[in-house]
């Protein structure tokens, strides 16, 4: 906003400002208010985008009598899941794109197709990974969902370009395209497939070979899953956690929908009482986390992974009851 280019010298960290210059369209009029009002504003769209994605979610999973009961309990469990409270701690996007991506399949699911093409358009805007799901309507063939979101992505970008220069997009390539080859490391609280195989010591070679070939077989898996919701929910988990070269624990808010629509399913169907169990704990196995993790598991491998051990049983769960 000031003139300056913010892939070149505003970030003296070890990885690039890694969101496209379209981000900067929709969080431009923050700046109009002190950081104090802003953050605070920030926060409060934050924790109303999380409570409106699991009234959706609900709304669209459970039976009118079942609603209030279901969603003060999604409420109360997910506010206290530690994804979301790294979410709000630091000030992270997550919580919003994630109502973007619940409000895109919400619309669809309504039948209004322009809506649920320009809240996914906007989210991969902001972040790209979302963008992604347009697989999933290339399978239900929404040609309607289709068209806007490509008309919303190049509108977007024009006006970007036309704002802030075309130049942030060639700085943004060119600062943030290693990043899907990025070496990683063992970080704790980087929970990608990336991250637990550096744990592992796996050579970084090995680990992009792994990670393509895994999210290769999730995305054809989760497309050629009928349930609609599981498809569109566990395609977006699984392309977050295994595609990218890190997903740090504030984005496992991605897990949230994927979370209630497999609670709805056991519930429903009164299943066995071992899926519940294992629901139960992937979701502890994702909410937990050690406060000094660099003391307390640093040379434990199976500890230092909990959360994406949480994932794995999550998806395993998605595709045993879809």
């Known amino acids: ?118 809240s996914l358009a906007i989210a991969a805007l902001v972040k790209i990974f979302p963008g992604f799901l347009i697989l999933f309507f290339f399978k239900e063939k929404r040609w309607k969902i289709i068209f806007p979101f490509l008309v919303t992505l190049v509108l977007v970008a024009a006006l970007t370009g036309l704002f802030f220069g075309p130049d942030l997009f060639f700085d943004y390539f060119a600062t943030s395209s290693g990043l899907f080859f990025k070496a990683g490391g063992p970080s704790y609280f980087d929970q990608s497939l990336n991250g637990f195989l550096s744990r592992l010591n796996c050579p970084s070679s090995w680990r992009l070979a792994l990670r393509l070939t895994f999210s290769l077989v999730l995305i054809v898996m989760f497309l050629r899953i009928e349930d609609q919701a599981i498809s569109f929910f566990g395609l977006m988990a699984a392309m977050t956690i295994f595609f990218s070269s890190f997903a740090w624990l504030h984005h496992y808010v991605v897990l949230i ?9 056991l519930y429903r169907h009164n299943a066995a009482l071992w899926l519940k169990l294992a629901l139960l704990l992937g979701y502890l196995l994702c909410s937990f986390h050690f406060r000094n993790p660099q003391v307390s598991i640093a040379q434990n491998i199976l500890l230092a992974s909990h959360p994406f051990t949480g994932a794995i049983i999550l998806l395993f769960l998605a595709k045993k009851v879809a």
Do not use: C, W
């Open 1 to 118: 906003m000031i003139g300056k280019d913010v892939y070149h010298g505003l970030y003296s960290g070890g990885t690039p400002f890694n969101y496209p210059p379209t981000f900067l369209s929709f969080f431009a009029p923050f700046t109009f208010f002190p950081k104090s009002i802003a953050s605070l504003a920030f926060l409060f769209i934050s924790l109303v985008a999380l409570l409106v994605s699991i009234f959706l979610l609900v709304k669209l999973q459970f039976r009118k009598k079942e609603r209030i009961t279901a969603f003060l309990l999604s409420a109360i469990l997910f506010i206290q899941y530690f994804p979301t409270k790294f979410t709000l701690t630091l000030g992270q996007i997550n919580l919003i794109f994630l109502f973007l991506i619940v409000l895109s399949f919400y619309a669809f699911r309504k039948g209004k197709d322009v809506l649920s093409g320009v």
């Open 257 to 265: 929908p994927l979370m209630i629509v497999l609670f709805s399913k």
